[in-house]
């Protein structure tokens, strides 16, 4: 069940990497790029937010042979529109240009989520109650193959698909302690993907160090040279 996690992190690697990325370019370019209505101009006219969009939904890999892809894709499909990219990544690019310009005191990034994660569910609710409800009874010539209700192969007589499916979303919703988040900062990315690169091997575990903080010493001597600019 970590649908949504990966659904969630997919978004934030395609909003946070361009928004680092513009970073680098304005602290380097001051006098081209170095406003963020010039920024937003470009973006918006090299429709960035579409192709955004769909690496945001690319980024989600789901074994080909689970029957309800189709249903997790139409529901991200609804969900990560490229006005959502467009609404965050204007957002963050703005908190930068915000620190660079010496407004706000640190660079503090983020994506708020809990809308993204509200749409998706309600995108997700009917579909996968549709889905299940066309699925046939369980019986002794067709036992059941799975437990998971989203690669369920039939029903048991008299379920209530509307409970299963909720119960199935819930699951997906309690999948992640980065799930529970209203905000997903950079510090919380870096940080969920070395846990998630963590390795056990027998009884002895390997960890990726801990990242640094975003506005580290080499990011704060660029901003240094973009002010002076």
Same mark, same amino acid.
Request: hydrophobic share 40%; charged share 15%.
């Given at each position: 069940m970590h649908v949504l996690k990966k659904i969630i992190l997919g978004v934030c690697v395609?909003?946070?990497?361009?928004?680092?990325?513009?970073? =680098?370019?304005?602290?380097?370019?001051? &006098?081209?790029?170095?406003? /963020?209505?010039? +920024?937003?101009?470009? @973006?918006?006219?090299?429709?960035l937010y579409s192709t955004l969009s769909e690496l945001a939904i690319d980024h989600l890999q789901l074994d080909a042979n689970?029957?309800?892809? =189709?249903?997790?894709?139409?529901?991200? &499909?609804?969900?990560?529109? /490229?006005?959502? +990219?467009?609404?965050? @990544?204007?957002?963050?690019?703005?908190?930068?240009?915000a620190w660079l310009d010496q407004d706000t005191p640190t660079l503090e990034i983020s994506v708020n989520i809990q809308p993204i994660r509200d749409s998706f569910v309600a995108n997700l609710r009917p579909k996968l109650s549709?889905?299940?409800?066309? @699925?046939?009874?369980?019986?002794?010539a067709n036992p059941p193959t799975s437990s998971d209700p989203l690669s369920a192969n039939c029903l048991p007589p008299g379920t209530d698909v509307n409970a299963v499916a909720e119960q199935a979303i819930q699951e997906i919703i309690n999948s992640g302690e980065i799930l529970q988040q209203n905000e997903i900062s950079s510090q919380d990315l870096d940080a969920t993907f070395a846990e998630n690169n963590t390795s056990v091997s027998g009884d002895?575990?390997?960890?990726?160090?801990?990242?640094?903080?975003?506005?580290?010493?080499?990011?704060?001597?660029?901003a240094t040279l973009y002010r002076l600019a």
């Amino acid at each position: 069940m970590h649908v949504l996690k990966k659904i969630i992190l997919g978004v934030c690697v395609v909003l946070f990497g361009p928004a680092m990325a513009l970073l =680098g370019m304005s602290i380097a370019f001051n &006098q081209t790029i170095g406003q /963020p209505t010039f +920024v937003k101009q470009v @973006l918006r006219e090299a429709q960035l937010y579409s192709t955004l969009s769909e690496l945001a939904i690319d980024h989600l890999q789901l074994d080909a042979n689970n029957q309800q892809t =189709g249903l997790i894709t139409q529901a991200m &499909q609804e969900t990560i529109t /490229p006005d959502v +990219v467009q609404n965050n @990544l204007e957002q963050i690019l703005d908190d930068v240009y915000a620190w660079l310009d010496q407004d706000t005191p640190t660079l503090e990034i983020s994506v708020n989520i809990q809308p993204i994660r509200d749409s998706f569910v309600a995108n997700l609710r009917p579909k996968l109650s549709a889905e299940l409800a066309s @699925l046939p009874e369980c019986s002794y010539a067709n036992p059941p193959t799975s437990s998971d209700p989203l690669s369920a192969n039939c029903l048991p007589p008299g379920t209530d698909v509307n409970a299963v499916a909720e119960q199935a979303i819930q699951e997906i919703i309690n999948s992640g302690e980065i799930l529970q988040q209203n905000e997903i900062s950079s510090q919380d990315l870096d940080a969920t993907f070395a846990e998630n690169n963590t390795s056990v091997s027998g009884d002895t575990e390997t960890s990726t160090q801990k990242p640094e903080p975003i506005n580290g010493p080499a990011l704060e001597q660029g901003a240094t040279l973009y002010r002076l600019a």
